[in-house]
């Protein structure tokens, strides 16, 4: 059975932030259209809340990135799958992610974007936490920093946050205690890693 989780951010206070976010970035791109990237999964319900938000021409596309970590005697290794078929070259994209912590995938997909040649390129996070950083990158908006360390080394779920694909369709921003990491030497797929 999965643990109930303890609420960060209600949906009334994500709703607030979503529609601020949605004025600033229509009042940053005033006049131009707008190529919209969600990172899936964790981004997809965000980006739907979102887009309604944003009153100018948008248009949508999804990528998909995999984080795979290996720990091997005392090392890790991060590989980072991506494939997209998305028309970047000289269009204004607003990346969409659900957390950015560590900054490695961001990073890498920040850098292969621009390798295309886009117009202009931002980041837009549901979640920021700064604190966790590896590389540094920051997302342009974030609906939510966390500075701080969650209680009990906790996960972020709902929202389209998942654990295990598990509580994704939670109305709010919750944590459940951090699941026992793998047996040493197991690859295992981080969900948010990025």
């Not at 964790?42 to 100018?56: E, G, N």
Request: aromatic fraction near 8%; glycine fraction near 8%; proline fraction near 8%.
């Amino acid at each position: 059975m999965n643990p109930k989780p303890e609420v960060l951010f209600d949906a009334a206070a994500i709703a607030r932030r979503v529609s601020q976010i949605g004025s600033e970035i229509a009042s940053t791109y005033d006049g131009k259209e707008l190529c919209v990237v969600g990172i899936m999964k964790s981004c997809l319900v965000f980006m739907a809340d979102l887009i309604r938000q944003i009153p100018m021409p948008t248009t949508c596309h999804f990528l998909r990135s995999t984080s795979v970590r290996e720990e091997v005697a005392g090392s890790v290794r991060t590989d980072i799958v991506y494939s997209a078929e998305i028309p970047y070259e000289g269009r204004n994209i607003l990346l969409l992610e659900g957390v950015v912590d560590t900054g490695i995938t961001l990073n890498f997909l920040v850098d292969h974007i621009r390798e295309r040649e886009p117009q202009s390129l931002k980041v837009c996070a549901l979640v920021d936490k700064p604190r966790d950083r590896k590389i540094d990158v920051h997302p342009d908006w974030a609906a939510f920093s966390i500075q701080d360390p969650l209680p009990r080394d906790g996960f972020i779920v709902g929202y389209g946050l998942d654990w295990a694909d598990n509580y994704r369709g939670l109305p709010y921003l919750g944590t459940i205690p951090r699941p026992a990491p793998p047996p040493e030497g197991r690859t295992i797929t981080l969900s948010q890693g990025r």
